[in-house]
Nanobody, 124 residues
């Protein structure tokens, strides 16, 4: 069974850092793209970053470019999202998702398998 499980959320002050983890099971990172998405209260879910681990190709939303870094660890079958210089507007539930064709995308409708989400709160 294909599953992804997020961890690493929490409360941090403005300017701080967090690292989110997306542990994959039932598939290898070579075969699936992984995307990170977030949803703040009252707002639509938005794509944050995605990675095609087979070719190490990464994409980012403009709002996080230069502050967030996505990476893959094949040995642990885990994708990380390093978030630096956090802002209050980064506060949201963060989800990771898997896309079977391995092609990176920030469109949530393209992803088939979703985790339960992890809360990130940035205080001002």
């Amino acid at each position: 069974e294909v599953q992804v499980v997020e961890s690493g959320g929490g409360l941090v002050q403005t300017g701080g850092s967090l690292r989110l983890s997306c542990a994959a099971s039932g598939f290898t990172l070579d075969d699936y793209a992984i995307g990170w998405f977030r949803q703040a209260p009252g707002k639509r879910r938005e794509g944050v970053s995605a990675i095609n681990s087979r070719v190490n190709y990464k994409i980012y939303a403009d709002s996080v470019q230069g502050r967030f870094t996505i990476s893959s660890d094949f040995a642990k079958n885990t994708v990380y999202l390093q978030m630096n210089s956090l802002k209050p507007e980064d506060t949201a539930v963060y989800y990771c998702a898997a896309k079977w064709d391995g092609m990176e995308s920030l469109e949530d409708y393209e992803y088939e398998h979703w985790g339960q989400g992890t809360q990130v709160t940035v205080s001002s």
